[in-house]
């Protein structure tokens, strides 16, 4: 069984930075994307941003210019470099993976991690 574990979450002020790592372990995981997404509090689960196995990456228009994701493909890891931090980001980010990155950003992938917390003060 795929188990995806998220890890950095935290409390910042608004302004600053966090990065969020998840690391995927489990029998035949290859060459799947891996991205990011959000639940705020009473608001639906948002998509943030995914990265194809081959480096391909997209955003969503709220986080562009302000978040990075990236992978080490040799250790099944994603990232997600969060800069410029705001109330708005406030919210648990999920880690999520599939084998397509129109999978993952549909909100549809197959694999979820249990979310890690992020908190933003002014």
């Known amino acids: 069984q795929v188990q995806l574990v998220e890890s950095g979450g935290g409390l910042v002020q608004a302004g600053g930075s966090l990065r969020l790592s998840c690391t995927a372990s489990?029998?035949?995981?290859?060459?799947?994307?891996m991205g990011w997404f959000r639940q705020a509090p009473g608001k639906e689960r948002e998509f943030v941003a995914v990265?194809?196995?081959?480096?391909?990456?997209t955003y969503a228009d709220s986080v562009k210019g302000r978040f990075t994701i990236s992978e080490v493909n040799a250790e099944n890891t994603v990232y997600l470099q969060m800069n410029s931090l705001n109330l708005e980001d406030t919210g648990v980010y999920f880690c999520?993976?599939?084998?397509?990155?129109?999978?993952?950003?549909?909100?549809?992938?197959?694999?979820w991690g249990q979310g890690t917390q992020v908190t933003v003060s002014s």
């Open positions: 999520a993976s599939d084998l397509t990155a129109a999978t993952v950003q549909g909100g549809k992938a197959k694999y």
């Open positions: 489990g029998p035949g995981f290859s060459r799947y994307a």
């Open positions: 990265v194809t196995w081959h480096g391909i990456m």
